[in-house]
């Protein structure tokens, strides 16, 4: 077997980890979202093709679930169909990353020039910020990405509109996408933790305007740095 084929092997394995969850719901959506998880934690990264007949072995399910199950990571913008080669995890263009950062501004920056300091609620926000500089501490930079969209997730949901939340999951899974395809995530996501730390600080003291300001350049300079350092992979 060759590396790839041990690589492939290894991830097939990891779903069959979770054959147990398939008992309690839906079988379609729950295979949906065992393949989204492995989706965003990098166990199948950008422009690596889903092999139909491993995931079925893997989770011991029919062809028609798991081609459900694709529809379903079809619509969430994480996986597409190409004619004849099958299904790969997507790779995101140049232009989803412009469109993402567009929405990411609105909404990130809505939720933070209109927190009320007096009654908002920042416990989610530091709770991100405490789990990054955890997995920070441990070279973990997989998990510092991780910990990075559960911050800024954070700053959105001060909006405190469940709709807001909803419509946001799709942004935040195609971010994870980005963010798997940058070369050097260390040097990435390290400078942008302390940015973090300062808009929280900032909003901590009650300086909505400061931490307003802080964000939107914050988004700005990484949405410049992708952009310039990006290198889509090759399906």
């Known amino acids: 077997m060759t590396s790839s084929n041990a690589l492939r092997g290894d991830a097939h394995s990891r ?10 719901t839906s079988r379609t959506t729950r295979v949906a979202g ?17 092999s139909e007949p491993d995931i079925c072995a ?11 199950a694709f529809q379903i990571l079809i619509e969430d913008r994480l996986v597409a169909h190409e004619l004849n080669r099958g299904v790969f995890v997507r790779v995101p263009t140049a232009e989803d990353i412009t469109e993402l950062y567009i929405c990411r501004r609105v909404v990130e920056c809505a939720g933070v020039n209109g927190f009320d300091p007096a009654t908002g609620d920042l416990s989610r926000v530091a709770e991100a910020l405490d789990l ?46 980005v963010f798997h395809v940058m070369d050097d995530a260390h040097r990435f996501h390290g400078p942008y933790l302390t940015r973090n730390h300062e ?29 310039g350092a990006y290198r889509p992979v090759s399906g």
């Open 15 to 24: 779903l069959a980890a979770h054959r147990g969850l398939l008992e309690r």
């Open 34 to 50: 065992i393949l989204r998880d492995a989706i965003i934690d990098g166990t199948f990264r950008p422009g690596a093709r889903l």
């Open 58 to 68: 893997a989770l011991d399910v029919s062809r028609n679930t798991v081609r459900e």
């Open 132 to 177: 990054a500089d955890e997995r920070y501490a441990v070279e973990d930079w997989t998990g510092v990405g991780t910990a990075d969209i559960h911050f800024h997730s954070a700053l959105a949901s001060l909006n405190n509109s469940n709709r807001i939340d909803e419509l946001m999951r799709s942004v935040w899974n195609e971010a994870r996408l």
């Open 199 to 227: 808009i929280y600080d900032a909003l901590a003291a009650g300086n909505t305007e400061a931490a307003g300001q802080l964000l939107k350049t914050y988004l700005e300079d990484a949405e410049a740095q992708i952009l």
